[in-house]
Nanobody
Framework: QVQLVESGGGLVQAGGSLRLSCAAS????????MGWFRQAPGKEREFVAA????????YATDSLKGRFTISRYNANNTAYLQMRSLKPEDTAVYFCAAAQGLYGSDWLRPSAKVYDYWGQGTQVTVSS
């Protein structure tokens, strides 16, 4: 079992930055793929980025590359999402998720179905 708690969301002006954190409990964090998703009002949940268990490789959706960076620090069971040059269209609830038992390139699948555990989400609002 993995429990996830997001933090770091809030209100920011366009062009600003935020860093989201995802604190995980449980001993399997270091072997879990971590992902970030977001869901805007009236829209489906969409993939943002993922990072392999060792942190050696990351993957982000093309439209967010260069602005959003995922990272992790296994020593304190935490994953991060650094967001820069924020835009009003980035406004959403951001969720972190953990996936276990993935093999090969499965971790690259940008689908919520890949992930086993989810946090409650943190609201990010970008004002224009």
């Amino acid at each position: 079992q993995v429990q996830l708690v997001e933090s770091g969301g809030g209100l920011v002006q366009a062009g600003g930055s935020l860093r989201l954190s995802c604190a995980a409990s449980g001993r399997t964090f270091s072997t879990s793929v971590m992902g970030w998703f977001r869901q805007a009002p009236g829209k489906e949940r969409e993939f943002v980025a993922a990072i392999r268990w060792s942190g050696d490789r990351t993957y982000a959706t093309d439209s967010l590359k260069g602005r959003f960076t995922i990272s992790r620090y296994n020593a304190n069971n935490t994953a991060y999402l650094q967001m820069r040059s924020l835009k009003p269209e980035d406004t959403a609830v951001y969720f972190c998720a953990a996936a276990q038992g993935l093999y090969g390139s499965d971790w690259l699948r940008p689908s919520a179905k890949v992930y086993d555990y989810w946090g409650q989400g943190t609201q990010v609002t970008v004002s224009s």
